[in-house]
């Protein structure tokens, strides 16, 4: 199996923001427990504050869309709704061909 790496850029609105950066590490905590979780680092973008990314490692896709699943099922997506200033976009990449 592949190895999975993860982009996930998440917009929210401007008053969202402070509120989803103190509920963050107890998601990402929970995320860390899940099978097939390799690594997740938050990072916000300097130009826009309001945007984060969150950049994951899974031992392949397929745990990550199950991990997607399961979030989807407990109804984070739906509380993540109302604080979106835009469209989440998730891509998932093959672990990197060449690293310097």
Do not use: C
């Not at 996930?8 to 097939?36: H, N, Q, S, W």
């Amino acid at each position: 199996m592949t190895k999975a790496v993860i982009t996930f850029e998440l917009p929210l609105k401007p008053e969202a923001v402070e509120g989803f950066l103190e509920m963050i590490p107890a998601i990402l905590t929970e995320t860390a427990t899940k099978d097939g979780f390799i690594s997740i680092a938050a990072h916000r973008k300097p130009d826009d504050p309001n945007t984060l990314l969150l950049l994951e490692e899974w031992e392949s896709a397929q745990h990550y869309q199950t991990y997607l699943q399961w979030r989807m099922d407990t109804g984070l997506m739906d509380v993540l709704g109302p604080i979106l200033g835009g469209e989440p976009k998730i891509l998932i990449w093959d672990e990197p061909f060449l690293r310097f």
